[in-house]
């Protein structure tokens, strides 16, 4: 029998090498505009550039609210945003929206 090719699980994590790899993962979570994909390349993001515990100490919000926030029902509040990504060295910002073409 011949031995088949083996595969390993895609990690998004594996390929957030730089902030602007990161930075450009976030905007376009962002712009896609679905919640749920937003917080989960957030958690992506932490766990690539620190883990929850870091996080937490960063913040001063527990691993638990955090977990909350982050999760795939959380609904975080701008304020816990803001404070998450100033703790990853990244800041919200906004931006005029391109006209169609």
């Known amino acids: 029998m011949a031995e088949r090719d083996k595969t390993t699980p895609y990690d998004p994590v594996d390929y957030l090498e730089s902030p602007e790899d990161i930075a450009e993962y976030l905007n376009a979570a ?4 679905n919640e749920q ?3 989960a ?5 932490v766990r690539a550039m620190m883990g929850m515990s870091e996080l937490a100490q960063r913040t001063g ?7 909350s926030t982050l999760s795939e029902n959380g609904n975080p509040r701008l304020s816990s945003l803001v404070e998450i990504l100033h ?15």
């Open 37 to 39: 994909l937003m917080l």
């Open 87 to 101: 703790a990853l060295g990244l800041e919200l910002s906004v931006r005029p929206r391109g006209r169609a073409a």
């Open 61 to 67: 919000l527990s691993r638990e609210a955090l977990y």
């Open 30 to 33: 962002i712009e896609d505009g």
């Open 41 to 45: 390349v957030m958690r992506d993001v």
